[in-house]
């Protein structure tokens, strides 16, 4: 049987399935789309208790109660004959409001001043992009993005905060991300969504996928508390698009 990935044992419950040794799109879409047909199958698979994505692996966990390594690895071997380029396609566009500066995004000067630029072109290139959530992880509903304009990287803070709000938008090196919860950290923070990436009353809690990408949109104070305040109230829709351009 051909394959594209490379398997191996995790321990006595566990596969690695791995793409690559390198970050990059096409290994993660390889991984995400093992991922999609696997969530599809799951109930027709006997013994799979977890799938978690990374950068270029996907680690499945089973109880080897329920199965054994190898009849796991021939059942993911053949779910992988069945994968087609829309298991591996990323189309989803998650939109995310931010209000950027100020007390919401207190470093987003000092990016400007680092980069030799001015407030508002740090905002434009930030928003101009789409960022791929390659994983999730550090803290619940962190989102791992690729994507960044190198023209806005910014080094991390020399003294990571104690405290940094939930929803702050931050540049770390050549990345950007989002906290989830309230938590310690050394990224350059440049704003905050009004968003909760993270809420345990919420089904599912987590607000973001491995797989989909993001998309900033600079919002003003207003518009920041009116949807703050909508979601509150449960009455907020997040923006969701695909790449063929529907809602």
Known sequence: MTTIFQYAPYGDNGIVVEAG?????????????????IEENKELIEGIEEAIPTYTTLLVFYDPLITSYKELLNNIMKLEEE???????QLETVYIPVLYGDDMGPDLEKVAKLNNMSVDEVISIHTSGEYLIYM????????????????????RLEVPREKITAGSVGIAGNQTGIYPIDSPGGWQLIGRTPLKLFDPLRKPAVLLKAGQYIKFEAIDEKEYYRI???????NYSLKITNKRGSE
């Open 83 to 89: 994968m087609t380029a829309t298991d591996m396609a």
């Open 136 to 155: 999730l992880g550090f803290t619940p509903g962190f989102p791992y993005l690729g994507g960044m304009s190198e023209k806005i990287a910014t080094p």
């Open 228 to 234: 703050k305040e909508a979601i509150e109230e449960n």
């Open 21 to 37: 040794k390198e970050i990059s799109v096409e290994a993660h879409n390889k991984i995400k789309g093992l991922l999609n047909v």
